[in-house]
């Protein structure tokens, strides 16, 4: 049988077990060695959700997913098909709303929905794409953050400190000026596990000060998932 994921195709040999007794239904197992070398080539790790699309004959392709829903192999082919169970369709009157695109597995995911002024949501796809986040100006109306100089973001034991600064717009002055967060983003969603294309969610839990080069710096510190 062939497995195709991510655009390369494996040979994996399948051993028959048993059937119901009038030879209509059977049951395969993979041969091990042959499954594995494509585990190991395409990283998935046990634990990983999968999902197998037939397309023709012994053809089939095979798309992995981590905990979270987001996927740890590359989507961009034909046949692929969505991990639906995680995450059912957006209704078209929320469509607009990002926090319906965002995945989390966390305990306390449900009471995401009730939040307002203290959260913010990105694709982690345009965060990557530019190198920055740029902080939605609906938030920075409670929370200015243009008065900060670097941030501290969270997520499980994992602390990060980014740099931020206003960018101003000196070739169109008219141009609405933005608050962007600077660091090691492709890093950092590396250690977190995040896919490329999840939703993240970035909830400010406070704000505290500390003592460099003789000054008081304050700064906030945002909880990722």
């Given amino acids: 049988m062939m497995f195709r994921c991510e655009g ?32 190991e080539e395409k990283e998935l790790d046990f634990g990983d959700i999968l999902v197998f699309t037939k397309i023709r004959n012994n053809l089939i ?11 740890n192999t590359n989507v961009q082919f034909l046949g692929g098909t969505r991990l639906n169970a995680v995450q059912p369709a957006v209704p078209h009157d929320d469509a607009k709303d990002e926090r319906m695109y965002h995945l989390c597995m966390w305990p306390g995911h449900r009471e995401h929905f009730h939040e307002r002024t203290d959260v913010f949501y990105k694709r982690f796809s345009e965060i990557l794409a530019f190198n920055r986040l740029t902080i939605p100006a609906k938030f920075q109306g409670e929370n200015p953050m243009h008065m900060y100089r670097k941030a501290l973001l969270k997520h499980n034991h994992l602390e990060l400190e980014f740099s931020v600064r206003m960018d101003h717009h000196y070739e169109n002055p008219s141009r609405t000026n933005h608050v962007n967060m600077y660091g090691e983003w492709a890093w950092f969603g590396q250690q977190c596990g995040f896919g490329y294309t999840k939703m993240l969610r970035f909830g400010l839990m406070w704000v505290v000060s500390d003592l460099e080069y003789d000054e008081e710096t304050r700064y906030p510190v945002f909880h990722v998932c």
Wanted: proline share 0%; net charge negative.
């Fill in 8 to 39: 390369d195709v494996f040979n994996v040999n399948v051993s028959r077990l048993n059937h119901n007794g009038d030879g209509v239904l059977a049951e395969y197992v993979f041969n091990q060695d042959n499954w594995t070398a494509l585990c």
């Fill in 61 to 71: 392709n095979v798309m992995g997913f981590i905990v979270d829903g987001s996927s």
